[in-house]
């Protein structure tokens, strides 16, 4: 067999007609040139496999034209694959994605459920692929443990003979493989380094997508909720993980926080915790003279409850107020309505436990019951 060289663009709709019939041809990328075949003919990629001497347990990634091509072959796809694509591609980025196992021969993906997706940076390869109107199964053109190629010559080294042709587009800019990002995978992975940098990546996924901050009470769902958010690829941080993570770990953060509450914080626990009590256990520890301001959505009938025992100076924050806020608990301070002008020292007592762990219990207690 007489391997071609091809040198042209008038070249390019030859060398396409080889790989729709099988043939097998090496093109030229940013990063190293790459052995191509119809990434949707089985028999072509076994052929692929052996004249490379590839293990068939290694599966193949698939060139594309560019980020439309990501639907054809790909299915349950998060938005980062969208937002990288559009700002890496044409470029030495390969993302894994789960695979559309009725279009991508099983071969490809060497029975995995996943398929590796790039867009070449290279004129020429860009036009074979959008004058094949194929995807094409493309590892380096290289025997398998021997150095990947970067120019044309060093591909006939290797398979003058053996191969259809290959396009000759000069010496390869990177010299370097791409580098590879499952998406599968939560959180996204690095599987191999290469010519795009880790942190270039990071950098595109921070500024392409919203950074959501998820907070709330114990028990309020915010795991599941993150956990939820990740799923569809968005960029969710459990702000309340990160504090106490925080809090374990840097001691400078630990020491500012326990200077501005001390009524709150100490040797890096709360003072105060929550806690669960009855009215007379809870008045029992309040003060029988100070002014006490209680506030929350139960403060109302504690302050009614709180006169039946004839305890007058414990009074609800106004409606407006009675909400636990740190604005709140300001706001009683300025108006006087709180003679403890020391705002930091102003601790929380909970009247009750969360809703969704007093629903819990009330399900645990139920199914004890049955």
């Known amino acids: 067999m007489e391997t ?12 396409a007609a080889s790989l729709r019939l099988g043939g097998l041809v090496a093109v030229p990328t940013e990063t190293v040139y790459g052995l191509c075949a119809n990434g949707l003919d089985a028999e072509a990629v076994a052929h692929l496999y052996e004249v490379k001497g590839r293990p068939e347990v290694k599966p193949l990634s698939l060139m594309v034209a560019g980020p439309a091509e990501i639907e054809k072959y790909a299915e349950h796809i998060p938005p980062a694959a969208f937002i990288l694509a559009a700002r890496f591609w044409p470029g030495p980025l390969t993302l894994v994605l789960e695979a559309k196992k009725d279009v991508v021969p099983s071969i ?24 094949a109107r194929l995807p094409l199964a493309g ?29 000759d587009g000069g010496e390869c800019t990177l010299s370097r493989e791409s580098t590879i990002l499952d998406l599968t995978q939560k959180p996204f992975k690095i599987l191999r380094e290469g010519a795009l940098a880790k942190e270039e990546i990071e950098n595109a996924l921070l500024s392409g997508v919203r950074l959501i901050g998820v907070t709330g009470g114990s028990g309020s769902g915010k795991t599941t909720v993150t956990q939820f958010l990740a799923a569809q690829g968005v960029l969710a941080l459990d702000c309340d993980k990160i504090y106490h993570e925080l809090l374990e770990t840097n001691a400078d953060m630990l020491a ?20 669960q009590s009855s009215v007379d256990e809870l008045l029992a520890s309040l003060p029988d003279a100070e002014p006490v301001v209680a506030v929350g959505d139960g403060a109302e ?19 407006f107020l009675r909400y636990i806020k740190a604005s709140a608990v300001a706001e009683l301070a ?10 930091v020292s102003l601790a929380p007592v ?9 629903e819990r219990l009330e399900r645990e207690n139920a199914a004890k019951q049955n």
Do not use: M, W
Request: include cysteine; aromatic fraction near 6%; charged fraction near 30%.
């Open 334 to 343: 300025l108006r006087g309505d709180c003679e403890k002008r020391d705002c």
């Open 139 to 167: 590892p380096s053109a290289n025997p398998s443990g021997a150095p990947s190629p970067t120019t044309a010559q060093q591909v006939l080294a290797y398979f003058d003979g053996q191969i259809e042709g290959v396009i």
């Open 350 to 358: 909970y009247l009750r436990s969360p809703q969704a762990e007093r």
């Open 256 to 275: 500012e926080i326990e200077a501005r509450f001390p009524a709150v914080f100490k040797n890096g626990k709360r003072v105060c915790a929550d806690r």
């Open 4 to 15: 071609r060289v091809y040198t042209e663009e008038n070249d390019i709709p030859v060398a």
């Open 301 to 319: 009938l504690f302050v009614r409850l709180c006169s039946e025992h004839g305890r007058e100076n414990i009074k609800a924050a106004p409606s």
């Open 108 to 131: 490809v993906r060497a029975g995995k459920d996943t398929v590796g997706l790039r867009c070449p940076a290279h004129p020429l390869t860009l036009s074979l692929l959008e004058r």
